[in-house]
């Protein structure tokens, strides 16, 4: 039972454009939402998180979009630059739980 | 400060052999974690550790899976009679508090488990 769900495997976008990764949750008691970003050969690293009782979170270039009746959310990346090539996960939890639940990964590929 | 640590990077092993996985976390957190990715697969809760006890060990595959925390710091994640499915990366993290979605995990570069 996969309750985080990334779709698409990868994405190819060009530099300075605008990447948009997207993430469906089935379980309505996640109401905590992060995203990690994975370079080969290394663990994942922390990039940004969303909170339930909003609907969008920004840290530099990189926005997150939560909508809740469509338990869905996206990472927005813009503009998009090599160095961001990666795999990124999407994963979920309920806060007071102990637990993350990722998603598959989407490996993001920036071409210049 | 140092990051989590995990040994070995790599390890070969035939079917049918024991394994040891360790995970040196970062000073001072309490919270640990085991996760493995398989080929093509996202990250699969193992375990979770709050100092020295397991209070979920929910996302352990089979008895052949046990882990360990000593001392508040040095997990062991060991794996008994190794199968070919067991090939994945394990990866450990560790966090400064609870809960999970808090307190951002840190992650470790993971052990690749190749098994023959």
């Known amino acids: 039972d996969q309750q985080v769900k990334q779709n698409s495997p990868s994405l190819s976008v060009q530099e300075g454009r605008i990447s948009i990764l997207n993430c469906d949750y089935t379980n309505s008691m996640f109401d905590y939402f992060l995203w990690y970003k994975k370079y080969p050969a290394e663990g994942p690293t922390f990039l940004i998180s969303i909170s339930s009782i909003k609907d969008k979170n920004e840290d530099g270039r990189f926005t997150v979009f939560l909508n809740k009746s469509a338990k869905h959310l996206s990472l927005h990346i813009v503009p998009s630059q090599p160095g961001d090539s990666a795999v990124y996960f999407c994963a979920a939890t309920v806060q007071g739980a102990q637990k993350l639940v990722f998603g598959q990964g989407t490996r993001l590929t920036i071409n210049p | 400060g140092a990051g989590v640590s995990q040994s070995p990077s790599n390890k070969v092993t035939e079917k049918g052999k024991d394994v040891e996985l360790r995970c040196d976390p970062i000073s001072g957190h309490t919270a640990l974690y085991w996760y493995r990715q398989s080929l093509g697969q996202g990250l699969e809760f193992l375990i979770y550790f709050q100092g020295n006890s397991a209070p979920d060990k929910s996302g352990l595959p089979s008895d052949r899976f046990s882990a360990e925390r000593t001392g508040g710091s040095v997990s062991t994640l060991t794996i008994q009679r190794t199968q070919q499915e067991d090939s994945a990366v394990y990866l450990c993290?560790?966090?400064?508090?609870?809960?999970?979605?808090?307190?951002?995990?840190?992650f470790g570069n993971g052990t690749r488990l190749t098994v023959t």
């Open positions: 993290a560790s966090s400064a508090s609870v809960p999970a979605g808090i307190s951002p995990l840190h």
